[in-house]
C-alpha cells in the first residue's frame, strides 16, 4: 500500500484493503481476508471477479493474438460485434468499439454532430459521462465541469425528470441529447417512464439524436440487458447507446451501438482508436455475454433485487431503495458516508454518491440471497 502512494498520483480516496484475487461477489487481500463486494470495482464487475468462462477466453486469446488494429479482419472481433448487436434492441444495428466510457460518450456526440449537421448537446443536471474534454463538458455534476476547464462550447444543461426544461433548450441548433437513464452518480435517480417517452418524441420531432449512456445501466445491470427498451423506460430506444464498464469484465473496452440511420453518416476515418477492437478485449466481451446467458444472470438480478427491497423494508432507517436491478441507491435517514465506514469495518464494500443520503449498490450480477442478508445483517 505504501509503495502505490509514494510511486501514484493521490487522485482516489482509496479504502483501506490491498485486493490480490477475487472469486464471484468476494474479493481477497493477501492475508487471506475476504470482502463482500457490493460495489464491483466500480460496476465493472458484472460477470463478478474472474468468472471461469471469462477468464479462459482471454487466457486462449491471450496464446492465439493479444493485438491487431481495425486494419485487419478479426473474427474475435467479428464474434463480439455480432453477439452485442444480437443483444441489443433490434433498431441498434451497429458498434463501434473503443476503449472506456469517456470515449464511447466522446464518439456518440460526434457521431450526432455528423449525422444532424448540428453542434449544441443537451445533457442533464445530475448526469456523469467522464472526464475527458468533451464528456467532462457534458457533466453537470458537482465540480467536474470546473476539473475540464476550459469546456467544449455547445454544451446546455437540461433538468432531469423536467420535459419542459428540455423542450426549452431543443431548438434546431441541438445534435443530440444525452443522458444517464437512471443517474448514478447522483444518487441512483430514474425518472417516470413518460419521461422518456416524450424524450424520444421530441427528438423525433426535431431531427435530434438521442443518446443513452449506459455505461452504467447496459449490460444486464438492471435486469435486462439494457435500459433501453425496458418497460421502466417506456419501451424507448434511443438512437445511440454507449457502453464499458462491465462489457469486458474488466478488459477494459468500451462501445456505441447504433441505428442504420446514424451508421450511414458515418465514412472511413471519421472515427477511430488504435485499441479499440483487439482482440484480447473482444474475447471478453463475447465470454461475458455468454457467461451472462448461460448463468442466467439478467433472471438472478431481478429475483434477488425484489428480494433486496423485501428485506430492506425491515431495516428501520432505510427510508427507500432507488434505482432498477443491481443499480440501486439505499436512502437512509442519516449520512450514508458513516454507513459506508461501518459497513467497511465488516468488510463489505458499497458505494456512496453525491447524495449525503444514498448509498449505491452496483453489485456483480451473481449476488445472491444469501448475501443480502449478510448486507441486512450489518445494516
Ligand atoms: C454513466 C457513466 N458514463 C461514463 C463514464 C466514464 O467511463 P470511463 O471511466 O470508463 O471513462 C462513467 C464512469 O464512471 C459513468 O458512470
Not at 444495428?93 to 466522446?106: D, L, V
Not at 453518416?265 to 461475458?288: R, W
Amino acid at each position: 500500500m505504501t509503495n502505490e502512494d509514494q510511486f501514484q498520483l493521490a487522485t482516489y480516496k482509496k479504502m483501506p484493503i490491498a485486493v490480490e484475487h477475487g472469486t464471484g461477489v468476494w474479493i481477497y487481500t493477501s492475508d487471506g481476508e475476504s470482502w463482500l463486494d457490493l460495489y464491483g470495482g466500480h460496476a465493472v464487475a458484472g460477470t463478478g471477479h474472474c468468472h471461469p468462462h471469462v477468464v479462459e477466453a482471454i487466457r486462449k486469446q491471450a496464446g492465439e493474438l493479444l493485438f491487431y488494429s481495425n486494419l485487419v479482419y478479426s473474427s474475435a472481433r467479428a464474434r463480439a460485434a455480432e453477439k452485442l448487436v444480437s443483444i441489443a434492441p433490434k433498431a441498434l444495428t451497429k458498434t463501434f468499439f473503443c476503449n472506456s466510457g469517456t470515449e464511447a460518450n466522446e464518439n456518440a456526440m460526434r457521431m450526432a454532430r455528423m449525422s444532424s449537421g448540428r453542434e449544441k448537446i443537451i445533457t442533464f443536471s445530475g448526469g456523469f459521462h467522464g472526464r475527458t474534454a468533451d464528456a467532462i463538458s457534458a457533466t453537470f455534476l458537482g465540480k467536474y465541469r470546473e476539473i475540464g476547464k476550459p469546456n467544449v462550447p455547445g454544451h446546455v444543461e437540461a433538468e432531469f425528470g423536467n420535459i419542459e426544461s428540455v423542450r426549452a433548450l431543443a431548438d434546431n441548433t441541438v445534435a443530440a441529447i444525452m443522458l444517464e437513464p437512471i443517474q448514478s452518480m447522483a444518487g441512483v435517480r430514474m425518472a417516470g417512464p413518460d419521461f422518456y417517452r416524450s424524450l424520444r418524441a421530441l427528438c423525433d420531432e426535431r431531427g435530434i439524436v438521442l443518446i443513452y449512456d449506459e455505461v452504467q445501466t447496459g449490460i444486464g445491470r438492471t435486469g435486462q440487458w439494457f435500459f433501453a427498451g425496458s418497460d421502466a423506460g417506456g419501451s424507448v430506444v434511443p438512437d445511440v447507446i454507449t457502453l464499458a464498464k462491465s462489457l469486458g469484465s474488466g478488459v477494459p473496452v468500451g462501445a456505441c451501438l447504433v441505428t442504420d440511420a446514424i451508421a450511414s453518416h458515418i465514412k472511413e476515418n471519421d472515427l477511430g482508436t488504435t485499441f479499440g477492437g483487439g482482440m484480447l478485449a473482444m474475447a471478453a466481451v463475447t465470454a461475458t455475454l455468454e457467461a451472462i446467458e448461460e448463468d442466467r444472470m439478467l433472471e438472478n438480478v431481478r429475483r434477488v433485487e425484489a428480494y433486496l427491497r423485501a428485506r430492506s423494508r425491515e431495516v428501520e432507517h432505510v427510508q427507500a431503495v432507488h434505482g432498477l436491478g443491481f443499480l440501486l441507491g439505499v436512502e437512509f435517514k442519516e449520512n450514508a458516508a458513516a454507513i459506508h465506514k461501518r459497513l467497511l469495518d465488516r468488510k463489505i464494500i458499497t458505494g456512496t454518491s453525491s447524495n449525503p443520503k444514498v448509498l449505491r449498490l452496483l453489485p456483480p450480477l451473481c449476488l445472491e440471497e444469501s448475501h443480502v442478508d449478510m448486507l441486512m445483517a450489518a445494516l
